[in-house]
């Protein structure tokens, strides 16, 4: 899929401990404001390959600035009826270049998580 037929900000979650996609992970996008706040963009919910890939408008540009994905990992954790440290994550990224993609995925396991920059 072209750039331009994307959101500007996509996601992917990856169970670690299961070696699997993370289904129906709750995500909130917000950016920051000049007052150094948060301002809500979107939300989401993984699908069953763990992407959300319409956090914002397909073919939308995001702003330069500072954002936040949240994704709220305790009921992930407790539908699978498994004990977590972690019930969030949150993840700050700054945009400095509007015209690229961000792929911003989360790798998890109850006891940790890692991010990156995708492509």
Known sequence: MSASNRSP??????????????????????????????AAVSQGMTNADGRIEDLMERGAKAAAGVYR?????????????????YPSATVVFEITDPSEHHHVPLLLSPFGYSTYRGT
């Open 9 to 38: 900000i996509t996601t992917h979650v990856l169970d670690v401990s299961l070696g699997k996609a993370a289904a129906r992970v709750p995500v909130t996008l917000e950016s920051q404001v000049g007052s150094g706040e948060w």
């Open 69 to 85: 994905l949240t994704f709220d990992l305790k009921g992930y954790f407790d539908a699978r009826q498994t004990r977590t440290f």
